[in-house]
Nanobody, 127 residues
Framework: QLVESGGGLVQSGGSLTLSCTCS????????IGWFRQAPGKAREGVAEITNMDSRTYYSEFAKGRFTISSDSARNTVALQIDRLTPEDTAVYFC??????????????????????WGQGIQVTVSS
């Protein structure tokens, strides 16, 4: 199970940290990805992390403003977003990629690599 938290309404230029709390699987053997879907647009990948060794992968648009991190003590993965713009308004989802023996590589946002999805959380950025 994955549960997102930390969303809401923020002003343009501000920062926000989303959290994905994971349960029901071996956290350190999974990779977690953050995705987002803006109104009228397709879902897109934002960032990924392997929980075992914290290797990361970012979409081009996410480099420099988005930071993904993993906390194995709390089974959570955070996504920090800086210098928010109205274009960041979207529903943000986290998802877990898991394989027998461990997910040791980054899925690069391929849907079929992801086993479980959170319900999503709204982030709205006002101008």
């Amino acid at each position: 199970q994955l549960v997102e938290s930390g969303g809401g309404l923020v002003q343009s230029g501000g920062s926000l940290t989303l959290s994905c709390t994971c349960s029901g699987f071996a956290f350190n053997e999974a990779a977690i990805g953050w995705f987002r879907q803006a109104p009228g647009k397709a879902r897109e990948g934002v960032a990924e992390i392997t929980n075992m060794d914290s290797r990361t992968y970012y979409s081009e648009f996410a480099k420099g403003r988005f930071t993904i991190s993993s906390d194995s003590a709390r089974n959570t993965v955070a996504l920090q977003i800086d210098r928010l713009t109205p274009e960041d308004t979207a529903v943000y989802f986290c998802a877990a990629a898991r394989k027998d023996g461990g997910q040791w590589y980054l899925p690069h946002f391929l849907d079929y690599e992801y086993n479980d999805w959170g319900q999503g959380i709204q982030v709205t950025v006002s101008s």
